[in-house]
């Protein structure tokens, strides 16, 4: 079906068009191989990924939830304990602490999005067991702070890098820093698979094999079952595109990026707050979100003149009526809840052409001035 808008959001249908010649074949291997779950090729994959984020051990899952969920799982997370995150994260990030029966303990943001770790410590409590740091957009939080706090009060770190695959914090990747990384090949990800999918980082030998045994219904061997444990396998198929696509990720990172600047250098800045890059940072611009006065009308004028967006996310989670048990209320994070009536995401895939993000620019330009 024809997307109604001149400049769409994403655009999977070039992606698939433009990749269509060389992915045939890769679904056609795994197909006629007759190993549709585990294998060789998932291995390879994990192999390849660890490597490009410089970590030691990767494990393939179903979702970027299911890493969250194992991951925590695994680093004895559970009811009682205490989660210090973000409220404007993606759902997934507090739901997978609540399954746990553990209680997210949010704290407010810096104006890039970001959890603000000046903000950590006044939370901590005998409860609290780790920091989840969610790395909004493409942009990897202030892990050197957030590494301190964690040291000195000796508590896990968490990195939901679902949005962050090859962003970098003072040249060290994404998913590197913590026990545990977690990541998403949604297809919406810059590493996009064909479906759901997602993956674990680790450094830790021990905490790798816990969870490649536990995706797997906890089973040593088929009929040796060390501990209950999940139905969490990424399927060869995932594997073989997604290790396909990791050899176009740096390609695809560049282009967006590239978007990225022409936004900066042509936006009128008076009127609009772009998330600006600091020189310690590399971000890969999962999203290119704006904050702007007027959002909403904003959103309307482009849609009218042709062009999608999108807002991530409208509602912070600790309004969600999902929330209501955790005791927090409007004006619990009030940076957080200003943001939520001013983010406006721009399209930034990497399809895009000069002249569709020169319209873009055009109409928010006009729409200012």
């Known amino acids: 079906m024809k997307n109604k808008f001149e400049v769409p959001y994403i655009r999977l249908d070039i992606d698939w068009k433009k990749q269509k010649s060389k992915l045939i074949p890769v679904i056609d291997n795994v197909l006629s191989s007759g190993q549709y779950i585990g294998g060789d090729i998932v291995n390879k994959f994990e192999k390849n990924i660890a490597k490009f984020c410089d970590c030691k051990f990767a494990v393939a899952l179903n979702s970027g939830t299911d890493a969250l969920t194992l991951g925590m799982h695994i680093l004895g997370i559970g ?91 003072k040249g060290k990747k994404a998913g590197s820093f913590g026990d545990i990384g977690c990541f998403s090949t949604h297809p919406l990800k ?42 969490s396998r990424m399927d060869a198929l995932q594997a073989a595109v997604l290790d396909y696509k990791l050899k176009n990720l740096e390609e695809v990172i560049k282009l967006r990026r590239n978007n990225a600047k022409i936004y900066f250098d042509n936006i009128n800045n008076d009127h609009v707050d772009l998330p600006l890059e600091e020189k310690f940072e590399f971000n890969t611009y999962h999203t290119f979100v704006i904050q702007v006065k007027q959002r909403n009308a904003l959103k309307k004028y482009l849609e009218k003149n042709g062009i999608e967006t999108a807002i991530h996310y409208p509602t912070p989670i600790h309004l969600q009526p999902s929330a209501k048990r955790f005791g927090y209320t409007k004006g619990s994070f009030k940076i957080a809840e200003k943001q939520s009536k001013k983010i406006l995401t721009l399209p930034i895939n990497q399809y895009l052409k000069r002249k569709e993000i020169d319209l873009v620019i055009k109409h928010i330009n006009h729409f200012y001035n």
């Open 79 to 169: 009811r009682g304990d205490e989660v210090i995150t973000t409220p404007n994260s993606f759902v997934a990030s507090t739901a997978t602490i609540a399954h746990l029966g553990a209680k997210p303990i949010f704290v407010d943001v810096l104006n890039n999005q970001n959890i603000d770790p000046n903000k950590i410590e006044s939370v901590i409590t005998k409860n609290t067991k780790a920091i989840m740091a969610v790395h909004l957009t493409g942009r990897v939080a202030q892990m050197d702070q957030i590494k301190k706090i964690a040291k000195k009060y000796n508590l896990y770190v968490i990195e939901d890098a679902a949005q962050s695959i090859g962003s970098k914090f």
């Open 190 to 231: 810059n590493l996009n698979a064909l479906g759901d999918g997602g993956f674990i980082t680790t450094n830790s030998k021990k905490i790798y094999n816990l969870a490649s045994m536990l995706r797997n219904h906890g089973q040593k061997t088929r009929d040796n079952i060390l501990e209950f444990g999940y139905v």
